[in-house]
């Protein structure tokens, strides 16, 4: 069985979202994951990992090679990594508030 921790599944679930928007392919699978990590039971934390996740400056560095629209979504999609609680403001966003949660156990898709 796969174990998941805080910080480190969901941001390996958005380093494949990162993926999927400068390639061009559709988010749904990274974002259905990644529902299921923030909105679902509290993920234990790693020992020697830390508790946030500084990810601004790949999204700063990225921000010209991204769609457009992802801009402050992925900016509000990092708060949530680094506390779950700020999950809710996702429902904003279109693209996460129309893709629905998927399991964790599920096969990731070829090419991720």
Do not use: C
Request: charged share 15%; hydrophobic share 45%.
């Amino acid at each position: 069985m796969t174990r998941h921790h805080a910080i480190v599944a969901p941001a390996v679930a958005s380093l494949a979202l990162l993926s999927a928007g400068l390639q061009g392919r559709p988010p749904a699978d990274p974002i259905s994951r990644l529902k299921t990590l923030l909105l679902g039971p509290a993920l234990p934390r790693a020992a020697g990992v830390a508790q946030t996740w500084d990810g601004g400056y790949l999204l700063a560095d990225l921000r010209q090679d991204l769609p457009g629209s992802w801009q402050e979504f992925l900016k509000t999609l990092l708060a949530a990594i680094n506390d779950p609680t700020q999950a809710e403001a996702l429902e904003q966003f279109a693209l996460w508030r129309d893709t629905p949660a998927i399991p964790l156990d599920a096969p990731w898709p070829d090419g991720l």
